[in-house]
């Protein structure tokens, strides 16, 4: 799958945030840490980046 645009609760811009999220991880941050300095501080938000499998590169 690729990553929604938006959050489908609460309708905020995520898509974005994706390549600067996997970025964060390999520098070593934590999943939370790096979703609190992208400021995503919604829970619906969270579930989004963290609940996306990215599944595109497998099909291709």
């Known amino acids: 799958m690729i ?3 938006r959050c ?3 309708n905020r811009v995520i898509g974005d945030s994706w ?3 996997l970025q964060l991880l390999e520098n070593g941050k ?3 840490e790096a979703m609190d300095v ?3 501080r919604r829970y ?3 579930r989004m980046i963290l609940g996306h499998t990215d ?3 497998k099909l291709l």
């Open 3 to 5: 990553i929604p645009v």
């Open 8 to 10: 489908f609760s609460c």
């Open 19 to 21: 390549i600067a999220y």
């Open 30 to 32: 934590s999943e939370g």
């Open 38 to 40: 992208l400021g995503l």
């Open 44 to 46: 619906c938000c969270r």
């Open 55 to 57: 599944v595109i590169e």
